[in-house]
């Protein structure tokens, strides 16, 4: 293993963007640290090369543990960080309870930050530092039946703008990826999501669930101007290795669209461009 590399930890490498994140920074020659929630898939992580190790965003004991190895390995020298395990949870927001939307906003910003704010220190020692949060497009723009995805990636650029602010100065970069339509695993965590915490025979969108249950159980189906997660790499390398890196990288041409959309449309036009979108997609 090359100490001298600079070293990145990588959440959510058990499969689509983070493990092809993971493989595609180590190819480049960055010591990579890869995590994921399962063992096997640990262990899997191990058995291709990598310096992996167990992270569950829902629990304070493994974040603080691995955060603790991976600047105990590096000698308190961790490059950067990218933030990217997590999942979606379908649902009409009249649907959700306060445990279905705790449980997303525990993995997808509580274990972020709480990660985050294990690594900030040692960064701030040395001197330097890049904070990668993957968003969303769906972090600009609200679709129907994604009310607790919409939520947690609202709340994770929010938090993201303020923390790039009050670590201005220190060396500290925070920058934002937004893909949009990204193949990945995403789709059928979703659906068992969905199944878990969803009624959706007892709900007055049950007509529309059926549809989206058609949608989400498909893997083959993706959304138009789906790109391969090569996309969210390049978007990476961009942001670990620029001298003065973007605070937003958008991926996709739905994003770049929505974001343009958002700036020039008046609200009541800008919902009734998206819920076209949700209709067309649950034909």
Known sequence: MDQTARAVLITGCSSGI??????????????????ARRSECVARLK??????????????????????????????????VFN?????????????SRQAL????????????ELTNALIPAMRKQGEGRIIQNSSVLGLVGLRLRGAYVCSKFALEGLSDVLRQELHGSGIHVILIEPGPI????????????R???????????????????????????????????????????????????????????????????????????DFVLRAVSRSENR
């Open 47 to 80: 058995s291709q090369g990598f310096e992996a190790l167990r992270l569950d965003l829902d629990d304070s004991a493994s974040i603080q543990s691995a955060a603790h190895e991976v600047l105990v390995r590096t000698g308190g020298r961790l490059y950067a």
């Open 196 to 270: 878990r915490f969803i009624r959706p025979r007892q709900s007055h969108w049950r007509q529309t669930y059926e549809r989206s249950e058609r949608r989400l159980s498909d893997p083959g189906r993706g959304a138009p101007f789906t790109l391969g997660p090569e996309a969210v790499l390049k978007a990476v390398v961009r942001a670990l290795e620029a001298r003065r890196p973007k605070a937003r990288y958008r991926v996709t041409f739905p994003t770049r669209l929505f974001a343009t959309l958002k700036w020039l449309l008046p609200t009541r036009v800008l």
């Open 183 to 194: 193949r990945s695993r995403f789709r059928a965590n979703a659906f068992l999501a969905y």
């Open 84 to 96: 990217n395990g997590g999942y979606g949870q379908p649902g009409a927001v009249e649907d959700l």
């Open 18 to 35: 983070g493990e092809h994140v993971a493989l595609g920074l180590k190819a480049q020659g960055y010591r990579v640290f890869a995590t």
């Open 102 to 113: 705790r449980a997303q906003l525990e993995t997808n910003v509580l274990g972020w930050l």
